[in-house]
Structure formats: C-alpha cells, structure tokens
C-alpha cells in the first residue's frame, strides 16, 4: 500500500473539518480511499456524539424566519453547551436550517413525547378501525408500522429533512453534534401562520 501524503490529509481535513491524526487514521483505515475515508470519519463523529447526549446544554440561540409575503414566522430555541459554539457558523447554518423546515413541515412538537396524549389516541383509534379486516395475528405489527409512520410524519425530531430526504432531522442535528463537539437540542418553537386559529 502507498503512503499517505500530506497533501492527502490536508484535503480531507478541509472537507471535513477533523483533525490531522485523525484524517490520517481514516485514510490509513481506508487504504487511501477519500471516499471511505470520510465514511469512517462520519461513523466515528456519530459515535462521539451519542456519546455527549447527555451533557447540559446551557447557552444557544433563539432565532426566527418569516416566509415570503410575511404569511407564515417561525421561531426555535436551539441550545448547546458553549457560547463559542453558539457563534459558530456551523451551528448558525443548522438553526437557520431548522426555522426553514419548521416553516415547510408544519410539525406538532419536537418528539413524540410532546404530542397531545388524545391526538395520538385518536390517530390509533382510526388506524385500529382501518386493520378490522386484518388477520388478528398481525395487526398489533401493522399498527406499529401506521403509528411510527405517523410520528415521522409529524414530529420535527423524525420528519425528513426538507432539504435532504434522505436525512431525518435527528440525523442533522447529529452529524452537527460530531463535527462541533458538543451536545445540541432544540428546546421548543412556534409556527403562526396568517390568519391560523391558535386557540387550541
């Protein structure tokens, strides 16, 4: 196997932002492969950042779209530990990024925890009549299936990516976990729509 250049490491760590020794290994992993190599990068920034789940994020932003026309704003709290990250680029681009989906996707809430108990009981309760002519064995599966389907439809957390699809946002905000080091979680948002009854 041919030696990694210098030149080999600087072009990966400028397309992806890692480290020098880390761009390295990943090419030494990958036996040269740029492509395999940035794989392997992305799979061990994923596994970092599952890792920093769970640590306080106590800084972030607010930050807010109105759409063309001013007919729909959004507004969304991101949060993340430093406030160095929350000057980043990185992590400006993903909020602006999240307030435009927002005001695409229309979703309920940003997890399934977070939706209203009685919605979710009544879209059950609808799929449950739908699956009446279904052998009994298999319906509880099917259900399953509906349900998690309808989740991905409404909760922002699951939703595909407006600009991406083949990305939910959950893995967007992920992949920004692994390149900036540190936990982020988007803490609630607000849709208004012009002319929308928000009474209930």
Not at 114 to 119: G, H, K, S
């Given at each position: 196997m041919s030696s990694i250049t210098a030149e080999q490491v600087r072009d990966l760590r400028?397309?992806?932002?890692?480290?020098?020794?880390?761009?390295?290994?990943?090419?030494?992993e990958s036996e040269g492969d740029f492509e395999k190599a940035i794989d392997f990068l992305r799979k061990k920034g994923l596994a970092a950042a599952e890792k920093k789940g769970a640590r306080v994020t106590s800084e972030g932003r607010i930050s807010s779209y109105i759409h063309a026309g001013g007919k729909v704003g959004?507004?969304?709290?991101?949060?993340?530990?430093?406030?160095?990250?929350?000057r980043n680029?990185?992590?400006?681009?993903?909020?602006?990024?999240?307030?435009?989906?927002?005001?695409?996707?229309?979703?309920?809430?940003?997890?399934?925890e977070?939706?209203?108990?009685?919605?979710v009981e009544k879209e059950k309760a609808f799929f449950v009549e739908q699956?009446?002519?279904?052998?009994?064995?298999?319906?509880?599966?099917?259900?399953?299936g509906k349900m998690n389907k309808w989740f991905s439809d409404q909760v922002l957390l699951e939703q595909s990516f407006v600009k991406d699809d083949k990305?939910?946002?959950?893995?967007?905000?992920?992949?920004?976990?692994a390149k900036l080091g540190e936990?982020?979680?988007?803490?609630?948002?607000?849709?208004?729509?012009?002319?929308?009854?928000?009474?209930?």
């Open positions: 400028n397309q992806t932002g890692s480290g020098i020794m880390d761009c390295k290994n990943a090419l030494t959004v507004m969304v709290e991101v949060a993340c530990e430093t406030d160095f990250v929350a680029e990185e992590f400006d681009a993903l909020v602006n990024d999240l307030c435009l989906h927002i005001c695409a996707m229309n979703p309920l809430a940003v997890c399934r977070e939706v209203d108990p009685e919605l699956l009446q002519d279904k052998p009994e064995q298999i319906r509880g599966k099917i259900l399953e990305l939910t946002i959950q893995d967007l905000i992920t992949e920004r976990i936990n982020i979680v988007v803490r609630r948002f607000v849709r208004l729509q012009l002319g929308e009854d928000i009474s209930n």
